[in-house]
């Protein structure tokens, strides 16, 4: 049986390797440099005690016993695709597919050593946790709350988690009756966060802002982070007591000494059908990806598993000599439930339409309940929903 590698364990990896393995006809192997899947869009529950670190990982072992692929626990260092190689920290990998969903990295601003994140390495929402309760502890203070983009792709950017995690925040500090000794601010570089949801996501989020009294600081970009607040480039200074910040994404550091074709940002250059630009058998997908895409979209968790479907379905069709393929392009759109701790907003967006639906109590609530059906539908044989 022909060999496939796929290279990273979040979603877009973990459903390639799932389609795959349904098929039975090859040896399926991803590796991943931890022995979970992260559950990010529900780990902004993490910091405010209600979600803990265990509930939004879900166990490569668990969705190995139901799908039976390999799995390798290591660290891949470098790809050599004329030679058809991985080489990683501990093994040296051959292939006759090649799958890289190994996820970006983060664009390294002065600094920012001095910030929190809840959108870097899983362990990190743990130190913003615990930050969090020692200022928490003290009563009262500052905190600010931001992200970036990345003026290079457009795409790489994590807006829509800062937004919840600030709103939950004011929700959560409400509940334990101290509120209004802490003052809270929100910052992006660029003049109208949000935009990218379409027409009326920024009249409503303003409205949001003012009825929970949260700050803005919109339209100067970051100077450098310090351990007392953010520096812009007109030199003014926001003051911080504690900042959480979710940089923009840029290309993986393990793909700098490929031969692979990427974009000005770093990320790997591909067809509508994921496979790599003169590279037939390997495939990019997820946020290794560069997206050809309008300025509006945004790399989310249900395009790369809709991409990982893709390449398992494409991969197979390739092996029949068959050559209808199936893209990406078609299915790009934004979807999210942009949670606020006691509701949330219904968002979406696609070329024809953008919509925007406030979801009191209940969004909450179905923002929970898909936290336990993306955990339950990847070790069970509970049906998975299309673009969900």
């Known amino acids: 049986m022909k060999k496939i590698l796929i ?6 990896g973990i459903q390639a390797a799932i389609e795959l393995q349904k098929n039975k006809k090859f040896t399926v192997s991803l590796v991943s440099d931890r022995d979970y899947l992260f559950v990010f869009p529900i780990s902004i529950w993490v910091p405010i005690h209600k979600n803990k670190f265990e509930d939004v990982k879900i166990p490569l072992a668990k969705i190995q016993k139901k799908y039976n692929f390999n799995v390798i ?9 004329n030679e058809k190689k991985v080489i990683c920290q501990n093994s040296i990998l051959d292939y006759d597919y090649l799958v890289i969903a190994m996820g970006a990295e983060k664009l390294m601003h002065k600094g920012i050593q001095n910030t929190t994140t809840i959108c870097g390495k899983p362990e990190q929402i743990l130190d913003m946790q615990h930050s969090l309760d020692q200022l928490i502890a003290q009563g009262k203070g500052k905190i600010a709350i931001g992200f970036s983009g990345n003026p290079k792709d457009k795409s790489a950017v994590r807006g829509g988690p800062a937004f919840e995690f600030i709103f939950n925040l004011h929700n959560y500090l409400k509940s334990k009756k101290i509120r209004d000794n802490f003052e809270l601010t929100f910052f992006a570089p660029m003049a109208e966060p949000g935009a990218k949801m379409g027409d009326g996501s920024l009249k409503m989020l303003d409205k949001m802002f003012d009825a929970s009294k949260i700050n803005k600081h919109f339209g100067k970009k970051i100077k450098e982070f310090e351990n007392d607040g953010i520096v812009f480039e007109d030199n003014t200074k926001l003051f911080s007591d504690l900042t959480m910040f979710i940089a923009a994404g840029t290309g993986h550091s393990a793909l700098t000494t490929s031969n692979l074709p990427m974009n000005d940002a770093g990320f790997i250059k591909i067809n509508d059908f994921g496979q790599v630009d003169g590279f037939p058998e390997i495939f990019a997908i997820g946020d290794s990806a560069a997206l050809e895409s309008p300025d509006w979209v945004a790399k989310q968790g249900h395009i790369a598993e809709i991409m990982g479907q893709n390449t398992a379905f494409n991969i197979q069709h390739i092996e029949k000599g ?3 393929l199936k893209g990406y392009k078609s299915h790009l759109n934004l979807l999210c439930i942009m949670d606020t701790g006691n509701g949330a907003a219904f968002v979406y967006r696609n070329n024809k339409r953008s919509l925007i639906i406030q979801l009191p109590i209940i969004g909450h609530w179905l923002k929970k309940a898909w936290g336990v059906y993306a955990k ?3 070790t069970t044989s ?6 969900m």
């Open 7 to 12: 290279l990273g364990g979040g979603f877009a």
């Open 73 to 81: 626990i290591d660290k891949v260092t470098q790809i050599k695709s």
């Open 322 to 324: 068959k050559n209808n």
């Open 376 to 378: 339950i539908s990847k």
């Open 382 to 387: 509970f049906p998975r929903l299309p673009g």
